[in-house]
Protein backbone atom coordinates (compact mmCIF):
# COMPACT_ATOMS: atom_id res chain seq x y z
CA UNK A 1 0.00 0.00 0.00
CA UNK A 2 2.72 2.34 0.88
CA UNK A 3 4.71 1.84 -2.49
CA UNK A 4 1.53 2.32 -4.30
CA UNK A 5 0.91 5.76 -2.23
CA UNK A 6 4.34 6.64 -3.30
CA UNK A 7 4.01 5.69 -6.88
CA UNK A 8 0.52 8.10 -6.88
CA UNK A 9 2.69 10.63 -5.43
CA UNK A 10 5.06 10.96 -8.00
CA UNK A 11 2.84 10.71 -11.10
CA UNK A 12 2.70 13.56 -13.55
CA UNK A 13 -1.20 13.95 -12.18
CA UNK A 14 -0.06 14.47 -8.76
CA UNK A 15 2.57 17.07 -9.43
CA UNK A 16 1.34 18.98 -12.82
CA UNK A 17 0.95 22.75 -11.89
CA UNK A 18 -1.74 25.57 -12.87
CA UNK A 19 1.18 27.05 -15.15
CA UNK A 20 1.78 23.50 -16.68
CA UNK A 21 -1.75 23.73 -17.67
CA UNK A 22 -1.77 26.78 -19.00
CA UNK A 23 1.61 26.00 -20.86
CA UNK A 24 -0.02 23.01 -22.31
CA UNK A 25 -3.54 24.86 -23.55
CA UNK A 26 -1.03 27.14 -25.00
CA UNK A 27 0.92 24.28 -27.28
CA UNK A 28 -2.37 22.65 -28.24
CA UNK A 29 -3.59 26.06 -29.57
CA UNK A 30 -0.26 26.02 -31.40
CA UNK A 31 -1.36 22.80 -32.78
CA UNK A 32 -5.03 23.56 -33.76
CA UNK A 33 -3.44 26.70 -35.48
CA UNK A 34 -1.33 24.81 -37.48
CA UNK A 35 -3.60 22.26 -38.56
CA UNK A 36 -7.19 23.91 -38.49
CA UNK A 37 -6.01 27.50 -39.98
CA UNK A 38 -3.07 26.10 -41.91
CA UNK A 39 -0.79 28.64 -39.84
CA UNK A 40 3.33 28.03 -40.53
CA UNK A 41 2.63 24.78 -39.38
CA UNK A 42 5.71 23.57 -40.15
CA UNK A 43 6.81 25.66 -37.31
CA UNK A 44 3.92 25.99 -35.26
CA UNK A 45 2.67 22.29 -35.28
CA UNK A 46 6.44 20.46 -33.69
CA UNK A 47 6.59 23.61 -31.39
CA UNK A 48 3.34 22.78 -29.95
CA UNK A 49 4.32 19.38 -29.88
CA UNK A 50 7.40 20.36 -27.77
CA UNK A 51 5.61 22.56 -25.71
CA UNK A 52 3.48 19.55 -24.94
CA UNK A 53 5.35 17.40 -23.87
CA UNK A 54 8.23 19.49 -21.87
CA UNK A 55 5.25 20.63 -19.88
CA UNK A 56 4.72 17.27 -18.34
CA UNK A 57 6.29 16.53 -14.84
CA UNK A 58 8.98 14.38 -14.52
CA UNK A 59 9.78 13.07 -18.01
CA UNK A 60 13.57 14.91 -18.11
CA UNK A 61 13.22 15.13 -22.13
CA UNK A 62 14.98 18.59 -21.88
CA UNK A 63 17.14 17.90 -19.62
CA UNK A 64 20.69 19.00 -21.33
CA UNK A 65 24.04 17.27 -20.46
CA UNK A 66 26.05 18.09 -17.44
CA UNK A 67 29.50 18.01 -16.85
CA UNK A 68 29.01 15.42 -13.97
CA UNK A 69 26.65 12.85 -15.66
CA UNK A 70 27.30 13.71 -19.09
CA UNK A 71 24.18 12.09 -21.19
CA UNK A 72 23.72 9.93 -18.07
CA UNK A 73 20.70 12.03 -16.93
CA UNK A 74 19.82 14.28 -20.39
CA UNK A 75 16.69 13.79 -22.28
CA UNK A 76 16.96 13.63 -26.46
CA UNK A 77 15.26 16.54 -26.64
CA UNK A 78 17.66 18.83 -24.39
CA UNK A 79 21.33 16.61 -26.42
CA UNK A 80 20.24 18.49 -29.58
CA UNK A 81 19.44 21.63 -28.06
CA UNK A 82 22.81 21.42 -25.64
CA UNK A 83 24.95 19.97 -29.00
CA UNK A 84 22.76 21.66 -32.00
CA UNK A 85 21.93 24.95 -30.85
CA UNK A 86 23.59 26.08 -27.52
CA UNK A 87 26.91 24.49 -27.62
CA UNK A 88 27.58 23.65 -31.61
CA UNK A 89 24.46 26.17 -33.06
CA UNK A 90 25.05 23.80 -36.56
CA UNK A 91 21.06 23.75 -36.95
CA UNK A 92 20.40 27.21 -37.83
CA UNK A 93 23.35 27.44 -40.59
CA UNK A 94 21.62 23.87 -42.02
CA UNK A 95 18.61 25.77 -42.26
CA UNK A 96 19.79 28.11 -44.45
CA UNK A 97 21.70 25.93 -47.08
CA UNK A 98 18.04 24.86 -47.58
CA UNK A 99 16.60 28.26 -47.88
CA UNK A 100 19.39 29.31 -49.96
CA UNK A 101 18.43 26.40 -52.27
CA UNK A 102 14.57 27.77 -52.64
CA UNK A 103 15.17 31.23 -53.29
CA UNK A 104 15.15 32.98 -56.64
CA UNK A 105 17.72 36.20 -56.51
CA UNK A 106 15.89 37.14 -59.57
CA UNK A 107 14.09 39.93 -57.98
CA UNK A 108 17.18 41.25 -56.36
CA UNK A 109 18.81 41.32 -59.72
CA UNK A 110 16.08 43.13 -61.67
CA UNK A 111 15.98 46.22 -59.01
CA UNK A 112 18.99 46.47 -56.94
CA UNK A 113 17.04 49.37 -55.82
CA UNK A 114 14.60 46.54 -53.20
CA UNK A 115 17.95 45.96 -51.54
CA UNK A 116 17.58 49.37 -49.85
CA UNK A 117 13.92 48.08 -48.70
CA UNK A 118 14.98 45.22 -46.93
CA UNK A 119 17.88 47.12 -45.22
CA UNK A 120 15.24 50.09 -43.91
CA UNK A 121 13.32 47.23 -42.84
CA UNK A 122 15.85 45.85 -40.49
CA UNK A 123 15.49 49.13 -38.04
CA UNK A 124 13.18 47.48 -36.33
CA UNK A 125 15.76 45.36 -34.81
CA UNK A 126 17.65 48.44 -33.72
CA UNK A 127 14.45 50.25 -31.97
CA UNK A 128 13.77 46.88 -29.98
CA UNK A 129 17.68 46.20 -29.00
CA UNK A 130 17.61 50.33 -27.72
CA UNK A 131 14.32 49.48 -26.11
CA UNK A 132 15.46 46.76 -24.28
CA UNK A 133 18.10 48.60 -22.76
CA UNK A 134 15.94 50.88 -21.62
CA UNK A 135 13.14 48.88 -19.72
CA UNK A 136 15.34 48.86 -16.58
CA UNK A 137 13.97 52.95 -16.62
CA UNK A 138 10.52 51.51 -15.77
CA UNK A 139 10.00 51.12 -11.95
CA UNK A 140 10.26 47.65 -11.04
CA UNK A 141 11.74 46.39 -13.67
CA UNK A 142 15.29 44.77 -13.67
CA UNK A 143 16.26 45.35 -17.66
CA UNK A 144 17.97 43.06 -19.89
CA UNK A 145 21.72 42.81 -20.07
CA UNK A 146 23.03 44.10 -23.56
CA UNK A 147 23.63 40.41 -25.15
CA UNK A 148 19.76 39.89 -23.98
CA UNK A 149 18.81 42.96 -25.61
CA UNK A 150 20.99 41.83 -28.78
CA UNK A 151 18.87 38.62 -28.68
CA UNK A 152 15.39 40.42 -28.49
CA UNK A 153 15.88 42.80 -31.14
CA UNK A 154 16.77 40.42 -34.32
CA UNK A 155 12.92 39.33 -33.32
CA UNK A 156 12.27 41.98 -35.46
CA UNK A 157 13.99 40.91 -38.46
CA UNK A 158 10.62 38.41 -38.32
CA UNK A 159 13.35 35.43 -39.16
CA UNK A 160 12.97 32.68 -36.96
CA UNK A 161 16.48 30.96 -38.28
CA UNK A 162 18.43 33.84 -37.32
CA UNK A 163 16.45 34.28 -33.91
CA UNK A 164 17.56 31.08 -32.84
CA UNK A 165 21.00 31.61 -34.56
CA UNK A 166 21.56 34.56 -31.93
CA UNK A 167 19.96 33.67 -29.43
CA UNK A 168 21.72 30.55 -29.07
CA UNK A 169 25.06 32.02 -29.17
CA UNK A 170 24.43 35.25 -26.93
CA UNK A 171 21.82 34.42 -24.62
CA UNK A 172 20.48 30.98 -24.97
CA UNK A 173 18.38 30.59 -21.97
CA UNK A 174 16.26 33.02 -24.02
CA UNK A 175 16.04 31.55 -27.17
CA UNK A 176 12.88 29.37 -26.56
CA UNK A 177 10.77 32.53 -25.99
CA UNK A 178 12.68 34.45 -28.54
CA UNK A 179 12.18 31.77 -30.95
CA UNK A 180 8.30 31.24 -30.21
CA UNK A 181 7.84 34.87 -30.81
CA UNK A 182 9.68 35.40 -33.81
CA UNK A 183 7.63 32.41 -35.57
CA UNK A 184 4.43 33.80 -33.73
CA UNK A 185 5.03 37.14 -35.52
CA UNK A 186 5.54 35.19 -38.52
CA UNK A 187 2.70 33.39 -38.86
CA UNK A 188 0.79 36.69 -38.04
CA UNK A 189 1.80 38.56 -40.65
CA UNK A 190 -1.93 38.26 -42.29
CA UNK A 191 -3.31 40.56 -38.90
CA UNK A 192 -0.11 42.18 -38.09
CA UNK A 193 1.07 44.23 -41.50
CA UNK A 194 -2.26 44.86 -43.44
CA UNK A 195 -3.23 48.00 -40.93
CA UNK A 196 0.01 49.20 -40.74
CA UNK A 197 0.01 49.22 -44.52
CA UNK A 198 -3.08 51.09 -44.80
CA UNK A 199 -2.47 53.55 -42.63
CA UNK A 200 0.65 54.65 -43.78
CA UNK A 201 -0.27 54.87 -47.72
CA UNK A 202 -2.85 56.53 -49.77
CA UNK A 203 -5.16 55.20 -51.83
CA UNK A 204 -3.22 56.95 -54.74
CA UNK A 205 0.13 55.18 -53.58
CA UNK A 206 -1.53 51.77 -53.35
CA UNK A 207 -2.63 51.74 -56.69
CA UNK A 208 0.39 52.34 -58.41
CA UNK A 209 1.46 49.79 -60.82
CA UNK A 210 5.24 49.00 -61.45
CA UNK A 211 6.28 47.61 -64.66
CA UNK A 212 7.23 43.78 -64.55
CA UNK A 213 11.04 43.14 -63.74
CA UNK A 214 13.41 42.88 -66.44
CA UNK A 215 14.66 39.59 -67.94
CA UNK A 216 17.71 38.19 -65.54
CA UNK A 217 19.92 35.67 -67.42
CA UNK A 218 21.85 32.51 -66.10
CA UNK A 219 24.95 34.19 -65.58
CA UNK A 220 23.71 36.68 -63.75
CA UNK A 221 22.27 33.92 -61.28
CA UNK A 222 25.36 32.36 -61.17
CA UNK A 223 27.35 35.37 -60.63
CA UNK A 224 25.53 37.29 -58.12
CA UNK A 225 25.45 34.05 -54.91
CA UNK A 226 29.28 34.28 -54.69
CA UNK A 227 29.78 37.88 -55.21
CA UNK A 228 27.20 38.66 -52.81
CA UNK A 229 29.08 36.13 -50.79
CA UNK A 230 32.15 37.27 -50.34
CA UNK A 231 31.39 41.22 -49.88
CA UNK A 232 29.32 40.32 -47.09
CA UNK A 233 31.34 38.04 -45.34
CA UNK A 234 34.56 40.42 -45.62
CA UNK A 235 32.98 43.48 -44.04
CA UNK A 236 31.07 41.25 -41.47
CA UNK A 237 32.72 38.09 -40.77
CA UNK A 238 30.84 36.70 -38.48
CA UNK A 239 27.80 36.55 -40.61
CA UNK A 240 29.55 33.60 -42.41
CA UNK A 241 27.52 30.49 -40.50
CA UNK A 242 24.40 32.06 -41.91
CA UNK A 243 25.29 34.06 -45.55
CA UNK A 244 27.67 31.32 -46.79
CA UNK A 245 25.45 28.43 -46.30
CA UNK A 246 22.44 30.60 -47.53
CA UNK A 247 24.60 31.53 -51.11
CA UNK A 248 26.33 27.78 -51.25
CA UNK A 249 22.33 26.75 -51.01
CA UNK A 250 21.27 28.92 -54.10
CA UNK A 251 24.60 27.99 -56.18
CA UNK A 252 23.42 23.93 -55.61
CA UNK A 253 19.82 25.54 -57.22
CA UNK A 254 21.06 28.05 -59.60
CA UNK A 255 24.22 25.84 -61.31
CA UNK A 256 21.71 23.21 -62.32
CA UNK A 257 24.65 20.70 -62.30
CA UNK A 258 23.97 19.54 -59.13
CA UNK A 259 20.11 19.38 -58.66
CA UNK A 260 20.42 15.87 -56.16
CA UNK A 261 22.21 18.20 -54.03
CA UNK A 262 19.59 21.01 -54.48
CA UNK A 263 16.24 18.96 -54.40
CA UNK A 264 18.40 17.55 -50.73
CA UNK A 265 19.04 21.16 -49.64
CA UNK A 266 15.88 22.37 -50.02
CA UNK A 267 13.53 19.15 -49.28
CA UNK A 268 15.08 16.07 -46.62
CA UNK A 269 17.94 18.07 -45.63
CA UNK A 270 15.70 20.95 -44.39
CA UNK A 271 12.83 19.02 -43.26
CA UNK A 272 15.08 16.78 -41.11
CA UNK A 273 16.74 20.02 -39.34
CA UNK A 274 12.92 21.79 -38.92
CA UNK A 275 11.98 18.98 -36.88
CA UNK A 276 14.37 18.57 -34.53
CA UNK A 277 14.72 22.71 -34.43
CA UNK A 278 11.30 23.72 -34.27
CA UNK A 279 10.86 20.68 -31.34
CA UNK A 280 13.82 21.79 -29.58
CA UNK A 281 12.66 25.35 -29.54
CA UNK A 282 8.80 24.16 -28.13
CA UNK A 283 10.61 21.93 -25.23
CA UNK A 284 12.31 25.49 -23.76
CA UNK A 285 8.83 26.77 -23.23
CA UNK A 286 8.70 25.37 -19.58
CA UNK A 287 6.01 27.50 -17.32
CA UNK A 288 8.93 28.44 -15.13
CA UNK A 289 10.39 30.28 -17.88
CA UNK A 290 7.18 31.55 -19.73
CA UNK A 291 5.10 32.76 -16.56
CA UNK A 292 7.49 35.93 -15.62
CA UNK A 293 7.56 39.69 -16.29
CA UNK A 294 10.72 38.95 -18.52
CA UNK A 295 9.07 37.03 -20.94
CA UNK A 296 6.26 39.44 -21.74
CA UNK A 297 8.14 42.11 -21.84
CA UNK A 298 9.62 40.15 -24.29
CA UNK A 299 6.70 39.52 -26.26
CA UNK A 300 6.09 43.29 -26.32
CA UNK A 301 9.42 44.36 -27.83
CA UNK A 302 9.13 41.70 -30.47
CA UNK A 303 5.65 43.03 -31.26
CA UNK A 304 7.35 46.83 -31.50
CA UNK A 305 10.46 45.20 -33.41
CA UNK A 306 8.09 44.00 -36.41
CA UNK A 307 5.79 46.54 -36.41
CA UNK A 308 8.55 48.83 -36.73
CA UNK A 309 10.45 46.88 -39.48
CA UNK A 310 6.94 46.86 -41.62
CA UNK A 311 6.84 50.57 -40.79
CA UNK A 312 10.38 51.28 -41.90
CA UNK A 313 10.04 49.83 -45.24
CA UNK A 314 7.19 51.53 -46.48
CA UNK A 315 8.34 54.96 -45.39
CA UNK A 316 11.38 54.49 -47.11
CA UNK A 317 9.96 53.38 -50.01
CA UNK A 318 7.92 56.80 -49.85
CA UNK A 319 11.39 58.77 -49.52
CA UNK A 320 12.97 56.72 -52.37
CA UNK A 321 9.99 57.86 -54.42
CA UNK A 322 10.90 61.66 -54.00
CA UNK A 323 13.59 61.21 -56.08
CA UNK A 324 12.49 58.58 -58.80
CA UNK A 325 10.97 58.98 -62.00
CA UNK A 326 8.93 55.95 -62.23
CA UNK A 327 7.76 55.41 -58.66
CA UNK A 328 7.51 52.07 -56.70
CA UNK A 329 4.16 51.08 -54.96
CA UNK A 330 5.22 52.01 -50.90
CA UNK A 331 3.28 48.64 -50.16
CA UNK A 332 6.30 46.54 -51.62
CA UNK A 333 8.42 48.24 -48.49
CA UNK A 334 6.87 46.13 -45.81
CA UNK A 335 8.16 43.34 -47.45
CA UNK A 336 11.14 44.17 -46.38
CA UNK A 337 10.66 42.23 -43.22
CA UNK A 338 11.96 38.34 -43.34
CA UNK A 339 8.29 36.61 -43.12
CA UNK A 340 9.30 35.16 -46.58
CA UNK A 341 6.78 34.77 -48.51
CA UNK A 342 4.27 35.65 -46.18
CA UNK A 343 5.26 39.20 -46.28
CA UNK A 344 5.47 39.81 -49.90
CA UNK A 345 2.15 37.73 -50.79
CA UNK A 346 0.52 40.25 -48.03
CA UNK A 347 1.94 43.58 -50.48
CA UNK A 348 1.04 41.93 -53.24
CA UNK A 349 -2.60 40.99 -51.68
CA UNK A 350 -3.38 44.75 -50.67
CA UNK A 351 -2.46 46.19 -53.86
CA UNK A 352 -4.94 43.91 -55.80
CA UNK A 353 -7.27 44.87 -53.30
CA UNK A 354 -6.98 48.67 -54.30
CA UNK A 355 -5.76 47.74 -58.04
CA UNK A 356 -6.56 44.68 -59.21
CA UNK A 357 -4.38 45.13 -62.30
CA UNK A 358 -1.55 45.77 -59.86
CA UNK A 359 1.00 42.44 -59.82
CA UNK A 360 3.66 43.37 -56.89
CA UNK A 361 4.22 39.43 -55.76
CA UNK A 362 7.80 39.62 -57.86
CA UNK A 363 8.66 43.03 -56.96
CA UNK A 364 7.96 42.92 -53.03
CA UNK A 365 10.09 39.65 -53.46
CA UNK A 366 13.34 41.22 -53.87
CA UNK A 367 13.00 43.55 -50.61
CA UNK A 368 11.46 40.61 -49.00
CA UNK A 369 14.72 38.43 -49.54
CA UNK A 370 17.12 41.29 -48.94
CA UNK A 371 15.44 41.23 -45.61
CA UNK A 372 16.58 37.49 -44.99
CA UNK A 373 20.03 39.07 -45.66
CA UNK A 374 19.45 42.06 -43.73
CA UNK A 375 18.44 40.44 -40.42
CA UNK A 376 21.33 37.91 -40.89
CA UNK A 377 23.74 40.12 -41.42
CA UNK A 378 22.53 42.45 -38.27
CA UNK A 379 23.14 39.25 -36.37
CA UNK A 380 26.63 38.56 -37.85
CA UNK A 381 27.24 42.32 -36.34
CA UNK A 382 25.83 41.41 -32.86
CA UNK A 383 28.03 38.44 -32.66
CA UNK A 384 31.07 40.35 -33.69
CA UNK A 385 30.19 43.47 -31.42
CA UNK A 386 29.23 41.25 -28.00
CA UNK A 387 29.86 37.20 -28.94
Given at each position: ??????????????????????????????????????????????????????N????????????????????????I?????????I???????????????????A???????????????????????????????????V?????????????????I??S??????????????????????????????????T???????????????????????????????????????????F?????????????????????????????????????????????????????????I??????V????????????????????????????????????????????????????????????????????G???????
Amino acid sequence: MTEFLEFINTSGFMNIGWQNFIMLLVGTAFIILAISKNMEPYELLPIGLGILVVNLPFTGLAAEPSSTSGHQDAGILGVIFHYGLSFWNIIPPIIFIGLGAMTDFTSIIANPKTILLGAAAQIGIFLAFWGALTVHLIPGISGFTVEEAAAIGIIGGADGPTTIFLSAKLAPHLLGITAVIAYSYMASVTFIQPPLMKLLTTHKERIIEMKPPREVSQLEKLIFPPLAMLIIILVVPRSAPLISMFMIGNMFRESGVVPRLATTASNELINIATIFLMLTVGAQLTAQRVFNLESILILVLGLIAFSAGTVSGIIFAKFMNLFMKEKINPLIGSAGVSAVPMAARISHHIGQESNPKSFLLPHALGPNVAGVIGSAVVAGVFSSLLG
